[in-house]
């Protein structure tokens, strides 16, 4: 199976080199230095555009910031759509939204391209290790034309149901782990605040009902330890919350939870900057509750 991959950032760039390291490789990115780097590290091709990097691929993979730099990837003399031969399958392993990716498939249906969203979870160590769950939206053929690839990095894949539903499953997924960011950091700064040290309350928080994955390993190892490693914007953790609340919002449930939650991470990407990483949200509640929680 010949493999594009395109979009070396945090995520993309070690699922690349997984990639690289089972199927022969063709990498592309904006940056083409990020690229060269991959290629000479793995031994991939290195592509000068988008439509370079895809004219002999059998399986095309997008992983970029939103669904919008997806879908402009398509068009030109340079695009995904003047390269892609006929039969051949886009994943779009990008945290896209559904509406978009029924457009993007639509589209290359017309060119006789198939189309899978196939967003991943675990985080920049899960791409490493080759432990991502992938939760596809598509067909179960157009899934298994695809499998091979999606295997190098992802232990758990899953099809969800029609194109969009990858997505949708994503949005949701991350809305929840973005409430519960707030909630952990919120509870824990007032524990602090009334005299509990921090770590403590995370032991006992961790073997009792309220913890979660937040408590048990994102605050202990990147909180208390005041780590806080760059392994994951906050603006895009922003725009995941904003996709989930349009969801809800288009299947009628109309709670204020995924709401509030879009606009708090609003203010938190307004006051921290698009470099930000996610779990600085928290650094937000510590400044406003004039308390750390470390330990
Ligand atoms: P980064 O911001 O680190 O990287 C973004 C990538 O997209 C870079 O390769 C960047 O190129 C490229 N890019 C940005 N704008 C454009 C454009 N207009 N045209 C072409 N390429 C562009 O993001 P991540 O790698 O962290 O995330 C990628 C996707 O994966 C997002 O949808 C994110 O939500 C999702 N995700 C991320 C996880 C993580 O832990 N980081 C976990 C799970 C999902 P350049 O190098 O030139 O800037």
Redesign the pocket.
């Given at each position: 199976m010949r493999v594009a991959f395109l979009?070396?950032?945090?995520?993309?760039r070690p699922m690349a080199v997984r990639v690289a390291a089972r199927h022969p490789t063709v990498v592309w990115?904006?940056?083409g230095e990020?690229a060269a780097e991959v290629a000479r590290e793995t031994g991939a091709r290195l592509a000068e555009t988008p439509r370079d990097a895809v004219l002999d691929a059998d399986v095309v993979i997008t992983?970029?910031?939103?669904s919008k730099?997806v879908e402009?990837?398509l068009p030109g003399a340079d695009g995904l759509l003047a390269g892609m031969r006929k039969g051949a399958t886009l994943a779009d392993?990008?945290?896209?939204d559904p509406a978009s990716s029924r457009r993007i498939a639509a589209r290359l249906a017309e060119a006789g391209i198939g189309f899978l969203d196939a967003?991943?979870?675990g985080?920049?160590n899960g791409a490493e290790a080759g432990t991502l769950t992938v939760m596809v939206g598509g067909t179960a053929e157009g899934l298994e034309r695809a499998r091979p690839a999606l295997e190098s990095f992802g232990k758990t894949i899953v099809l969800m149901g029609p194109v969009g539903t990858g997505h949708a499953m994503k949005s949701v997924n991350n809305a929840l782990l973005a409430v519960n960011i707030l909630a952990v950091g919120e509870g824990i700064a007032a524990l602090v605040k009334a005299g509990v040290p921090a770590r403590t309350a995370l032991e006992v928080l961790n073997v009792s009902s309220g913890r979660s994955f937040v408590s048990e390993n994102l605050v202990v190892e990147r909180v208390l330890t005041g780590a806080f490693p760059n392994?994951?914007?906050l603006a895009?953790l922003q725009?995941?919350v904003g996709i989930a609340t349009e969801l809800a919002r288009d299947m009628g449930v109309n709670g204020p939870m995924l709401a509030l939650a879009h606009r708090l991470y609003g203010e938190a990407r307004a006051a921290l900057g698009e470099d930000a990483d996610y779990l600085e949200a928290i650094k937000v509640i510590e400044r406003q509750a004039g308390v750390e929680i470390r330990g």
């Open positions: 979009g070396l950032g945090a995520i993309g990115n904006r940056t990020r992983c970029l910031p939103t730099e402009a990837l392993c990008t945290s896209g967003p991943v979870s985080g920049t392994t994951f914007r895009l725009k995941d």
